[in-house]
Structures are given as structure tokens and as C-alpha cells.
């Protein structure tokens, strides 16, 4: 890795110091701008469920940008997975927040005010003080395997190859875009993805770059019967002498 990337990287790992009122001004503004970068929906409450913060992507999954103080999530609408629909008050950061737990494994669906909808996953997660009191809450609202069909099977290859190791992700989902496009470009997303989920299109370049820092490389390449192949592949290291 080189000094360039060094300098590029740690700012992003290294914890932040707080001694004055004034680092914990630039510490809250370092992990907004790392909440900011990580392109996922993420939003926060206090201990009474009103929204302190939220990022673009959250923004762009809402469709809207609610106001700071609204109850639970910027949510217009909100569904359960069949379409019924779920009253703000019982969504899973309200549950989350009134039972002091972190609330997994459910599915969601989010209506914005022009009437498109997107599933999602959300991950609503409490945050307590050094005594262990409710101060607030965080949520992130995922959507992992957001452009596939629900039924489709998502698999994971791992192998070797000559000396380096490959990592194949295989999809049936919505597949790469026609022509002659860069999917690897820094915000880049196809309209089909836009339409599907959040996000700002970092995820690809970001995951290209490391794997070009270290040594290796990223591909993607259309699927025959649909769906995509994205992978990686990383040199090993030698055999000892």
C-alpha cells in the first residue's frame, strides 16, 4: 500500500479524540461525513423517538426529507411485506426504542410521496450511556440483496486460481446495464437500481480501489439466464522456503 492510499484510508479507521467541547464539534462532524460516505440509508433518534439525524441516503429511500423532531423514521408511508399497512408507532425503531432491544431479521416497505415503493431491512439498534440508560436510537436501513427477487437463491464462490484467490458473488437479479458502461465509476447507478434502491453509487469503486490497493482486481460480467457475476481476486501469499 502506498503512502497516498495510507493517507487516503486512515482517516476513515482511526478512532476519534475528543478532549474539548470544540473536538467534539469536529468529531460529530468527521462521523457525519463517514455516515455521509458509506452510501446506506442510516438515521437517529433520541430516547422519545424523534429523529436527530439522517443521511442522503436515507433521504433518497424516503423520497423525502422529513424534519428533525419527527416521530420514528422519515418514512411517508409505511408497509409490511405483503402490502399491509404499518402504522409509524409500530414500526420496528418504535419497537426497538419502547422495548430497549435491538430488533432483527424483518422486512419492510417504504411508500415515497410520488407513490413508488422499496423493500428494505432495517436493523434499529438502542444506544445507551456509560449506566446503561436509553439515550437514543440508530437505524440502518438495508437492503442486501435489493436487486434480486426474493426467491432467487444468492451464491458465494470461493476458489483458487493460478496464485492469486477469487471471491464470486452470483445474482439473478436485474443483471448490468447494456453498452459500453463503467458500473466501477464513482456514482454511477443504473436506472433500474435507482428505481429499486438507495444509495449513491460508491459501493463498486470503493471495493475496486481496495482491491487494487492490495495487489489484486474487481470484475463484473452478465450471467447467461440473467442476473450478474461480480467478484474479486487477491494475490496469495507465496509458500515459505
Given at each position: 500500500m502506498s503512502v497516498a492510499d495510507e493517507a487516503m484510508i486512515a482517516p476513515v479507521l482511526a478512532p476519534p479524540t475528543v478532549t474539548t467541547a470544540a473536538d467534539a464539534v469536529t468529531s460529530t462532524f468527521a462521523q457525519d461525513r463517514l455516515l455521509e460516505a458509506v452510501g446506506v440509508a442510516v438515521y437517529t433518534t433520541d430516547s422519545q423517538g424523534r429523529l436527530t439525524y439522517f443521511n442522503e441516503a436515507a433521504?433518497?429511500?424516503w423520497g423525502r426529507r422529513p424534519q428533525v423532531g419527527e416521530l420514528w423514521c422519515g418514512s411517508w408511508r409505511l408497509m409490511w411485506p405483503d402490502g399491509t399497512p404499518m402504522k409509524h408507532e409500530d414500526c420496528p425503531m418504535a419497537v426497538s426504542i419502547r422495548e430497549n432491544r435491538p430488533i432483527r431479521g424483518l422486512e419492510a416497505m417504504a411508500e415515497r410521496p410520488d407513490g413508488t415503493?422499496?423493500?428494505f431491512q432495517p436493523f434499529p439498534t438502542p444506544?445507551?450511556?456509560e449506566s446503561g440508560?436509553?439515550?437514543g436510537a440508530i437505524n440502518v436501513?438495508?437492503?442486501a440483496d435489493k436487486y434480486s427477487p426474493p426467491e432467487a437463491p444468492i451464491e458465494v464462490v470461493i476458489r483458487s486460481a493460478d496464485?492469486?484467490?477469487e471471491v464470486l458473488v452470483l445474482?439473478?437479479?436485474i443483471g448490468l446495464p447494456p453498452g459500453e458502461v463503467d458500473i466501477f465509476a464513482p456514482f454511477y447507478r443504473a436506472e433500474e437500481a435507482r428505481t429499486r434502491a438507495a444509495g449513491v453509487g460508491i459501493g463498486l469503486s470503493v471495493c475496486r480501489r481496495l482491491a487494487e490497493v492490495l495487489g489484486g482486481r474487481m470484475w463484473a460480467v452478465a450471467r447467461e439466464g440473467g442476473g450478474s457475476e461480480f467478484g474479486f481476486s487477491l494475490p496469495l501469499a507465496p509458500e515459505p522456503a
Open positions: 433521504a433518497e429511500l415503493r422499496v423493500m444506544l445507551r450511556d440508560q436509553l439515550v436501513l438495508s437492503n496464485a492469486s484467490a445474482d439473478r437479479g
